[in-house]
């Protein structure tokens, strides 16, 4: 046998839309794609999905391993099916066949990742793993495995495995989803619910998806129509925030923000009443009052307490003594952090997301240089932000957890980044 060394490259979160040839309306739901800064984001002629991006970082994997298996773990959130409309089709219930033209339309809009996954596929020791996430939770259904094995590796369909978490080594590894909007069954085949019709009584499948696929569906995507920065800032106080205080304003990020809480307040709304009277056909799509009050509260913050990854990961860690690292994904922020938990350090990592967010540039306290009045220098600045369009910088880093055994079967864990310039490898913290 030829040698037992392994390397397990994990990246997460892509989000791969319809890609940006289909119509505005659908490449705004598109994340996996850049889009430069100033212009008007619904002109789409100058944005590029991020494909190339892919297919370098996949022709580099594979000419710098030969003796050794190599696996690519996407770890959720890899497709965004939620970015995808289909003309004509109810988005509830989620069918198995609208799933699947889903995801031919995702594959549709980005052969060259295709194309890079099937060239990496074709190499004897490579195999592909699915993680799925809240928003690719369609990974499921049987027939979408099947379309894309038959995509990705038709030959040697072994070479591509679908997995909801795993534990191996030490190293445990899931999406991270917590939040009570975006958890979903770590069983997959458990997503797959009995559905029967309440006139018909006929039965039909269904995908017992999240309450969060509504909201991204019936509230973050109409309002990313308006406001390009919906969903792609990691803390969308900001978001709100200059909505409500620059409510006329339309900086190349937003149109008609004017109308922006009013559309917001309508689509809430419509969601309410539709879960409120559609509880009895569906499990997860119960809410009440409190619980959107909270779901609201986590977007404007990021974080509710106790449903940050790092809190399912500290959970995880005191649940189990024999795992040393956790890796998770769905925050794209990316990160390592070092967690004293059972009297040993262990450690915890999100591999942050490999599409376009967006950060506003404030000043550093270090930036305010007055010896006195400090508060008052710092209102100022609040005051001078009120009537200048904010800046804002693209970040786009392409983080990737590298998990190496060597022969003897020693463990290495390195947080790295796909340096898309340089076309290699590089420590995340190398500039
Ligand atoms: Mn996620």
Redesign the pocket.
């Known amino acids: 046998m030829s040698s037992g060394a392994r390397k397990i490259y994990v990246i997460s979160?892509l989000h791969l839309g319809a890609g940006v040839h289909s119509s505005w309306k659908e490449s705004m739901h598109e994340m996996f794609k850049s889009h430069p800064a100033g212009l008007d984001f619904r002109d789409t002629s100058e944005d590029k999905v991020l494909d190339p991006v892919f297919h370098d970082f996949i022709h580099w994997v594979v000419s710098n391993h030969e003796d050794e298996d190599v696996c690519l773990r996407f770890l959720?959130?890899t497709f965004d099916p939620l970015a995808v409309e289909l003309d004509g089709r109810a988005d509830f219930p989620q069918y198995e066949g609208d799933d699947v033209l889903r995801f031919q339309k995702i594959a549709a809009g980005h052969p060259e990742f295709i194309v890079a996954l099937r060239f990496f596929c074709e190499q004897p020791r490579n195999y592909v793993e699915f993680v799925p996430?809240?928003?690719d939770l369609f990974l499921a259904w049987p027939v979408v495995q099947t379309e894309v094995v038959k995509l990705i590796s038709p030959d040697h369909p072994e070479r591509v495995r679908f997995l909801t978490s795993l534990a191996e080594d030490g190293v445990y590894f899931e999406?991270?989803?917590t939040e009570p909007h975006?958890r979903f069954d770590l069983i997959l085949k458990k997503n797959i619910i009995e559905e029967v019709g309440p006139l018909s009584g006929e039965v039909r499948r269904t995908l017992d998806v999240t309450q969060g696929h509504y909201l991204s569906r019936g509230l973050a995507n109409p309002l990313m129509l308006i406001d390009f920065l919906i969903e792609r800032m990691h803390i969308h106080g900001f978001v709100w925030l200059d909505i409500l205080l620059h409510p006329f304003r339309r900086p190349w990020y937003r149109c008609r923000s004017f109308v922006f809480v009013l559309v917001a307040a309508y689509h809430l709304t419509k969601i309410f009443i539709f879960h409120s009277l559609s509880t009895l056909r569906h499990m997860r799509t119960k809410s009440g009052f409190m619980k959107i009050l909270k779901v609201l509260w986590w977007t404007i913050t990021g974080a509710i307490d106790g449903t940050t990854t790092k809190a399912r990961a500290e959970r995880y860690l005191r649940e189990h003594d024999e795992t040393d690292v956790v890796v998770l994904?769905?925050?794209?922020s990316p990160g390592e952090e070092l967690l004293h938990i059972g009297n040993r350090p262990r450690k915890y990592f999100n591999v942050g997301a490999w599409i376009q967010m967006w950060e506003r540039r404030v000043p550093s306290p270090s930036e305010l240089t007055w010896k006195r009045f400090h508060r008052l220098q710092g209102l100022l600045l609040f005051l001078r932000d009120l009537f200048q369009s904010p800046e804002l910088v693209s970040v786009m880093l392409f983080p990737v957890l590298v998990v190496s055994h060597d022969e003897k079967g020693e463990r290495g864990v390195r947080f790295m980044r796909w340096d898309s310039e340089g076309k290699e490898i590089r420590d995340f913290t190398d500039q």
């Open positions: 979160d959720g959130d996430g809240n928003h999406h991270g989803a975006n994904g769905h925050e794209h």
